[in-house]
């Protein structure tokens, strides 16, 4: 049989009726083929494939319309059109016919011209459907490998329709899924949902087409990336309709290759920082946008003597002291930085957002303790130090070439001055920074040789003028330049937090000096100053309590002393902890009230004992000859404000700076209950207390 012979199955009980119908077909060229019964047909129908069929209607036992359905049952015939021959002209057997399978019919007796037009357009039609089908096939699994399906929102219902051929994936139900839009958006991860509906509402507004790539949730809690995109139509089915239609596609496993190529690129695969690339494309990037009021800054950290760990422990033990160090320094991500390794055993960072050369100190020497810190490995304990180089932008350059060198050449000068320090490539700053070095190298040697001390300064009860408590002060007695002012290194020893084990110091000395006070008969409270790094420390509340625990101190007898700007910084955990104090039986007091930024409504949901007034409003008191008030004196208004405020908060009231008589006798007029000042006394150490608690 040539290509293009047709093959034509006749089913037909009557032996003349199969030969005239043959005789015609063979005419025409036709390859006939012949089966007398349905059952027949079906039995021959196992091996052959016929291009088309044509079946009589009537037939005995198994008539035509149930071997019409028999035969659409088999996949191989599927597609084959089926032409009923009948004598019969009722509709009822005709749409019986067709709704069994079959594609036409012809009334007997055939006419040969009319049955050759029918089986010509019944084959090419029958070619034609079956092209579209393999091609439906090959376009269902380019989708399927290209995971792409379509998606239609209908703009007058709210439906949405997602059809694919890979729905298992996404733990859909189905192939072909229709929802409403509400559902569609559950299947949208929450933090892209917003994005999602201002995009299809845009598009929806505009009658114009989207483009989306969000998250898509299944139904088992799987997440997948979907790119989606889409255009404006109308009129599909009705005038009336209103659709965006387009493309749902899954691109989880593109996105994820990408990354990792990106990765790659970017990445360095020993410590999982950034690489050298990365690092000089974000400094390009700041520059292109400089900061107008701050500055930032470029470190080098270079490992002091590298080498001979490697030469020690061999490369791996050197790739897991790396792995450690990154792991440290990546913290500092956290805090808006960013960390790379720049190559081999140095470390960059960018440093944004500093506003004083003393942000970026407090920062390198931070990063020097935690490079000091011992790793143990295979149970040795190993100590590292490091040489750090700064360039700051735009002190010593604007350009990204200069500040890298700047920054390396800097760190090259620490290595050659004996490592475990750090350098500035400007020449001024490196002599405040020495300054600042020799003063921290001071403090340290301050805690360890007992060289701070706690002074008192009384506060004085307003109606009997008798010490009722006092407030401790950090001394710092220095063995050769003697007493150091606060103002000289308390700053210092906040960014670097040497404040706190001095803080512990003065709390725990504050304690223990009190109590001997009480034993000896003097009722007193002492109130202690907390630095903000005390204060926020997770194990603050543990502390007061084991000291109090230590030095005997009846915790109704201490006072913490907070300041403004520390309680609205973090305000809810400031809150916790004061509650915790008060459980305790722990005064409490803001300190330097009216130099912050809280307001009514902050301050009256803090859990205070005491309000403390700032001096800088209580040293504005003075006399005024002027002055239309009772008192006689001017700028009073503030200092008056705040005690009465207070005390219709039902908080107690502490005047600090209180220099002249004037100033006493209007804050005793004004009910403040507590005065403090050089009018009374200055800090003094704590035989000296003695002497005033002895002769009040």
Not at 56 to 71: A, N, Q, V, W, Y
Not at 690 to 696: F, V
Request: glycine share 6%.
């Amino acid at each position: 049989m040539h290509e293009h012979e047709i093959r034509i199955l006749i089913i037909d009980d009557e032996k003349s009726q199969q030969q005239v119908i043959q005789s015609y077909l063979s005419q025409y060229g036709y390859h006939t083929d012949l089966a007398a019964s349905g059952p027949e047909a079906l039995e021959l129908c196992t091996t052959l494939i016929p291009d088309l069929i044509l079946l009589d209607l009537i037939m005995p036992d198994m008539d035509g319309i149930e071997t019409c359905k028999r035969l659409k049952q088999i996949s191989t015939l599927s597609g084959t059109p089926i032409i009923v021959l009948t004598s019969k002209t009722d509709s009822q057997s005709i749409e019986h016919s067709f709704a069994a399978g079959a594609n036409d019919f012809l009334n007997k007796p055939v006419n040969p011209l009319i049955l050759k037009n029918r089986i010509e357009y019944a084959v090419h039609t029958s070619k034609l459907f079956k092209k579209l089908e393999t091609r439906e096939k090959q376009l269902l699994e380019v989708q399927k490998i290209a995971k792409l399906g379509t998606v239609s929102i209908n703009i007058n219902t709210g439906n949405v329709e997602i059809l694919c051929n890979y729905f298992d994936l996404l733990g859909l139900t189905s192939q072909k899924e229709t929802m409403s839009f509400t559902d569609f958006i559950f299947h949208v991860h929450p933090d892209d949902e917003t994005h999602v509906r201002f995009t299809i509402d845009n598009a929806i507004e505009n009658m114009e087409g989207y483009m989306l790539e969000y998250r898509f949730l299944s139904r088992d809690g799987k997440e997948f990336i979907i790119y989606q995109q889409g255009e404006y139509i109308t009129g599909l089915k009705d005038p009336d309709d209103e659709y965006l239609l387009g493309t749902f596609q899954d691109v989880t496993e593109s996105r994820s290759i990408k990354e990792s190529l990106d990765y790659s690129r970017t990445y360095d695969p020993l410590t999982d920082l950034s690489n050298k690339t990365f690092f000089e494309t974000q400094i390009k990037h700041v520059l292109l946008h400089p900061p107008s009021d701050s500055l930032f800054a470029i470190i080098f950290i270079g490992i002091d003597h590298f080498s001979r760990v490697n030469d020690e422990y061999g490369h791996l033990g050197g790739d897991f002291i790396l792995k450690e160090l990154s792991n440290r320094l990546m913290t500092y991500e956290g805090r808006g930085h960013i960390v790379s390794r720049f190559g081999g055993d140095v470390f960059s960072m960018l440093v944004k957002n500093i506003h004083h050369i003393n942000e970026c100190n407090a920062i390198i020497e931070e990063i020097l303790e935690t490079i000091r810190i011992p790793l143990t490995m295979d149970n040795n304990e190993i100590h590292l130090t490091a040489s750090i180089g700064a360039s700051i932008f735009p002190l010593e350059s604007e350009k990204e070439s200069n500040l890298l060198i700047g920054a390396e050449a800097a760190m090259m000068m620490s290595r050659e001055q004996g490592g475990d320090r750090y350098t500035y490539r400007t020449h001024k700053m490196n002599i405040e920074t020495q300054k600042r070095l020799l003063l921290l190298k001071e403090i340290r040697v301050a805690l360890e040789n007992n060289h701070f001390s706690v002074f008192y300064q009384p506060q004085i009860d307003s109606q009997s003028m008798q010490i009722v408590a006092m407030e401790s002060l950090v001394r710092w007695i220095h063995p050769d330049r003697g007493l150091i002012p606060p103002d000289d290194f308390i700053s210092v020893a906040e960014d670097t937090g040497l404040i706190i084990p001095i803080g512990d110091y003065v709390l725990r000395e504050a304690c223990a000096q009190t109590n001997k006070w009480l034993s000896m008969g003097f009722e007193l409270d002492v109130g202690v100053n907390i630095s903000a790094k005390q204060f926020e420390a997770d194990d603050f509340i543990e502390k007061i309590r084991n000291t109090l625990d230590e030095t005997g101190l009846p915790a109704q007898h201490l006072e913490v002393e907070i300041t403004e700007s520390m309680a609205i910084k973090n305000y809810q955990p400031t809150i916790e902890k004061l509650n915790q104090l008060r459980e305790m039986e722990v005064k409490t007091s803001m300190d330097d009230f009216g130099t912050g930024y809280s307001s009514l409504s902050q301050l009256q949901s803090l859990p205070l004992d005491t309000l403390k007034v700032d001096q800088a409003f209580v040293r504005c008191i003075e006399p005024d000859k002027n002055a239309k008030n009772s008192d006689g004196l001017a700028n009073t208004a503030i200092a008056n404000a705040i005690i009465a405020m207070s005390h219709s908060l039902g908080l107690r009231v502490i005047a600090e700076g209180v220099e002249t008589l004037e100033q006493s006798q209007f804050l005793k007029s004004h009910d403040s209950e507590i005065l403090q000042g050089y009018l009374f006394s200055k800090p003094v150490p704590a035989m000296e207390m003695d002497s005033l608690l002895l002769h009040q």
